[in-house]
């Protein structure tokens, strides 16, 4: 489900390295760590000029190894963290918004009971990441803090982690 009510409350942004065909890096800073694997896009506004030249590729997630578009959209606010954003089909209202706009794909892994669902999503399973599926299954069944922390370690072991999370006030 969706952050529907914005309020503030602690968290720290990850800076998260998804790779582009090329193998270099692509940055993205996220107060959600946890919800890479259910990432259905990385969205910029279409007049930064720093992800113009991405817009109608794609690039591949940390860990989880799986490929998605890279888009633009108005709403995405190039001040914001990187100026690029992780969209995940019920991160946020933004997500949302994008999710039904871009006509983007469902992928959902937290319950009902905020805990991941204990099935490995078929998305990870067939992404072409080597630790993935394993990875999913630390997650499993943990509650989104829990998950965070199974994320962050795996993207530290990856390399995917750059530098160590920034404390800021989430909205």
């Not at 990432?39 to 910029?44: D, P, T, Y």
């Not at 959209?73 to 969209?87: L, T």
């Amino acid at each position: 489900q969706a952050e529907l009510e914005a309020r503030d409350y602690p968290g720290a942004y990850h800076r998260v390295a998804y790779r582009k065909p090329d193998g270099t890096p692509l940055y993205v800073e996220t107060t959600r760590p946890e919800l890479v694997v259910s990432a259905v896009a990385l969205i910029a506004h279409p007049d930064d000029e720093r992800y113009a030249g991405l817009f109608g590729t794609t690039v591949t997630s940390p860990v989880f190894g799986v490929e998605i578009p890279v888009l633009a959209h108005p709403a995405a606010e190039p001040d914001k963290g990187a100026g690029i954003a992780m969209c995940c089909t019920f991160g946020d209202l933004t997500d949302v918004i994008w999710w039904r706009e871009l006509r983007l794909p469902t992928r959902s892994v937290i319950t009902r009971a905020g805990r991941v669902q204990a099935e490995v999503p078929a998305w990870v399973a067939d992404a072409k990441g080597d630790r993935g599926t394993e990875v999913f299954e630390e997650m499993a069944g943990k509650t989104v803090h829990s998950a965070r922390e199974v994320v962050v370690e795996a993207l530290r072991a990856s390399g995917d982690l750059d530098g160590e999370p920034q404390k800021t006030q989430r909205k």
